[in-house]
């Protein structure tokens, strides 16, 4: 019976069910397995776009007091839940949205996005640089190195969080000393730090929108904490594990980029890095970046599928990762296909998910703990086998719905604004409907612990 | 052999190694270069004294986690010392210290593994 159990439960993880305590982890785990998951290639192209618009300090400004501040509270907040609940980030939005509405919301704003979307994407993008490195060879070219990548990516991810771990020990420490000297020794050879804090950028951009991008970058990365830090022994680890990461690792990047910028014009520093000779470095930095990144998307990804569609969450990663793959693949050998129509398609999905976030947290920490009297963090977001749950949460959709708007159309910082949107409007929609005693959750189900075949 | 004692040893040669690299430092002929084995070789001494304490406490997860974070930066730093860039008299030795460390924390793990601990459960 254990023994099927484990079977079981080995490489699907846990898709719809509670995390066990005994198979959660400790806080330097969740450090670095949320460390690794910001991908530091996507934090140091982002600085380069700070650094084209803003000097050294107003850039450590903007991203010391909006962004790292904010995103660290999001995903506190968020990382929270999932170490209470145990859930993943999609099995818990069947309490503010319902199970279908978390179905679907589940599958457009991540599987679609995340799982394919953004990893075809990244296996495309390490195809073409695979392509550059080694030119003229045939096992290099950008549709054969994005076939194998994905592969090699596909793999770790049907393991699940023990290869996310193995390549956090390893990968992470390494991927960060690595960058780190690059980015130290660029400066160095440009003119040092003095020439950093006094040089002036091309363009003007507002601080507002400094933030805005810096928050924008890693919103969705805040908001999915939950996937991870179900394995959090304690929900202080979670909260304090992200916090650390966010004030290491994340400021020292991106202003390593806004830096390079400053001096160079150019955010590419793998390319400085190929120019000091440093190949086997650089080759490093590009497949174990991708590598980690991409890793963390797919698991997300088929996470959110394996939500939507009950199928063990390892037999989804290869489904969603070999769709993934060959959409790369496609892109790779008809060479000149333009992705930015696709890009704008899944950024466009992507925007709408900090409103599902809001509404999580008017329902976890307002809704169920004021309205519901549930003052045990633990039991707010409780699947138990055998009992009824709904199929639709009305005002979680009605604010999800309103957090978007918001997010499109009111001024600032897009993201803030649909999460302040749909926390209000979901507290306020649930105490009116509370109040008039009008039900809003519609459907019943049974839950059946999370068995999938 | 005893984990925990043979833990010891291996964390008191990568505590000498760091030391030989501490020495080497000024014969160094880049400063980039010297900067870079100044940074390795206290990290190495760091995590030695670190790994000693744990190992003295029989601190089996600590040694674990101390080990993939020893081999995690050394390969790091063996990867970029490659470099031309980097280029030094003293590189021959360095790049031998610092594989050395990083095999004897492969072995390391294996006999962690071997002995039922938990080496990717941390």
Do not use: C
Request: aromatic share 16%.
């Amino acid at each position: 019976m254990e023994r099927r159990r484990r079977g079981r439960f080995f490489f699907d993880d846990y898709s719809l069910e509670e995390v066990p305590s005994v198979e959660r982890y400790g806080l330097y785990n969740l450090f670095l397995t949320l460390s690794a998951s910001f991908g530091a290639i996507a934090v140091l192209f982002a600085g380069g776009v700070l650094g084209g618009g803003l000097n050294f300090v107003d850039s450590t400004i903007a991203v010391l007091t909006g962004g790292t501040t904010v995103l660290a509270i999001i995903g506190a907040l968020s990382g929270a839940i999932g170490a209470y609940s145990g859930l993943s980030t999609y099995v818990g939005w069947r309490f503010p949205f319902g199970r279908a509405g978390g179905k679907i919301l589940g599958f457009a704003l991540i599987t679609l996005t995340t799982g394919i979307g953004w990893f075809a994407v990244e296996s495309w993008f390490f195809g073409v640089v695979m392509s550059e490195i080694y030119p003229n060879n045939p096992f290099f070219s950008v549709w054969a190195a994005a076939l194998w990548g994905g592969a090699l990516m596909i793999l770790s991810t049907y393991i699940g969080y023990r290869a996310l771990s193995f390549l956090s020990y390893f990968i992470l420490p390494q991927h960060v000393w690595l960058v780190a000297v690059g980015l130290l020794l660029a400066i160095s050879l440009h003119g040092g730090w003095g020439a950093v804090l006094t040089a002036v950028p091309k363009s003007h951009m507002t601080l507002t929108e400094a933030i805005t991008d810096t928050v924008g970058l890693y919103i969705a990365g805040s908001l999915i904490a939950p996937d991870i830090t179900r394995f959090a022994k304690r929900a202080k680890d979670a909260v304090i594990a992200w916090v650390l990461h966010m004030y290491v690792f994340y400021p020292f990047l991106i202003l390593g980029a806004v830096a390079i910028v400053l001096l160079t014009g150019s955010v590419i520093i793998t390319e400085d890095m190929l120019k000091l000779g440093m190949g086997v470095g650089v080759l490093l930095i590009i497949v174990l970046g991708q590598w980690i990144i991409n890793t963390v998307n797919l698991y997300s990804g088929s996470l959110s599928f394996t939500n939507a569609i009950p199928i063990r969450r390892d037999i989804s990663s290869i489904i969603v990762g070999i769709i993934g793959t060959l959409l790369a693949a496609y892109w790779g050998y008809t060479a000149g296909a333009s992705l930015a129509p696709f890009e704008s398609f899944i950024s466009l999905l992507g925007s709408l998910l900090p409103a599902a976030g809001g509404s999580v947290f008017a329902e976890f920490y307002i809704v169920r703990r004021y309205f519901d009297g549930i003052k045990d963090p633990y039991q707010r977001f409780k699947l138990e086998p055998g009992k009824e749950y709904s199929e639709v949460n009305l005002v979680g959709i009605l604010s999800f719905a309103a957090g978007a708007l918001a997010g499109f159309f009111v001024p600032g910082i897009a993201a803030i604004n649909a999460i302040l949107v749909a926390f209000f409007v979901h507290i306020i929609l649930a105490y009116v409907f509370k109040k008039a005693h009008i039900k809003y959750e519609f459907g019943k189900y049974v839950y059946r612990g999370g068995v999938v075949r | 052999m005893n984990f925990y004692r043979l833990s010891l040893y291996f964390f008191a040669i990568q505590l000498v190694f760091s030391i030989i690299l501490l020495g080497v430092l000024p014969f160094n002929s880049n400063i980039y270069a010297m900067y870079h084995t100044l940074a390795i070789s206290l990290f190495m001494l760091l995590t030695a004294a670190m790994g000693i304490y744990f190992s003295w406490k029989g601190q089996g997860s600590r040694i674990v986690a101390d080990a993939w974070l020893v081999i995690s930066i050394v390969t790091a730093y063996i990867a970029i010392n490659v470099s031309p860039f980097f280029n030094s008299p003293m590189k021959p030795l360095e790049i031998a210290l610092t594989s050395i460390v990083t095999v004897i924390w492969i072995v390391d793990l294996y006999l962690a593994w071997r002995m039922k601990l938990p080496i990717l459960k941390l």
